[in-house]
């Protein structure tokens, strides 16, 4: 599912660029963030649910031709083959037919780009954990932390190394 704040922030961002209202519905039909702040949280719109259904474009030629639909074009936006949400641009279709597949794909490069900035979040904030704990002491409920949560079995061990160099300095 899509961050309702990430979805605004794409929204936002396409409206900055095609100069036209934009929607952005959760996989339930859910407008999640919108251009037009009195159409957030409204349901049932007909236009967005046939898109999730058939994973297909939708032209909108009128006000209302689907229920809950303004005129303008909605299509799928997929990450991985998998539907994550719809993409809506309100206007005549003359108007923004033209911006339909850029912002699409546009939505689709954002939400990726999102997600690669979680992922080296999350990894920074587990090697920092697992330095912490590594650091901080060596007891049975860390070593089981470690283990479980990242697969890595631990045993602070303190050594001693003696040796000698070879060949021998003077």
Not at 30 to 40: C, G
Not at 45 to 72: R, S, T
Not at 126 to 144: K, P
Request: hydrophobic share 40%; charged share 20%; with cysteine.
């Amino acid at each position: 599912m899509i961050d309702a704040l990430l979805a605004q922030d794409i929204v936002n961002r396409m409206k900055h660029i095609i100069q036209q209202e934009l929607n952005f519905f959760s996989t339930e039909g859910i407008i999640i963030a919108s251009t037009d702040p009195s159409r957030i949280g409204q349901q049932n719109h007909q236009g967005a649910q046939f898109v999730l259904e058939a994973n297909q474009a939708i032209v909108i030629e009128y006000d209302d031709q689907y229920k809950g639909a303004k005129q303008g074009i909605n299509l799928p936006v997929a990450i991985d083959h998998q539907m994550v949400g719809v993409i809506g641009i309100t206007g005549k279709k003359e108007e923004v037919s033209q911006y339909g597949e850029i912002i699409k794909e546009m939505t689709e490069v954002l939400i990726l780009n999102n997600m690669a900035k979680e992922v080296v979040y999350n990894r920074r904030n587990a090697h920092s954990h697992i330095l912490t704990i590594i650091q901080d002491n060596d007891s049975a409920e860390n070593q089981r932390s470690l283990d479980m949560v990242y697969g890595i079995w631990y045993r602070h061990r303190q050594s001693v190394l003696h040796g000698h160099c070879w060949p021998p300095t003077e």
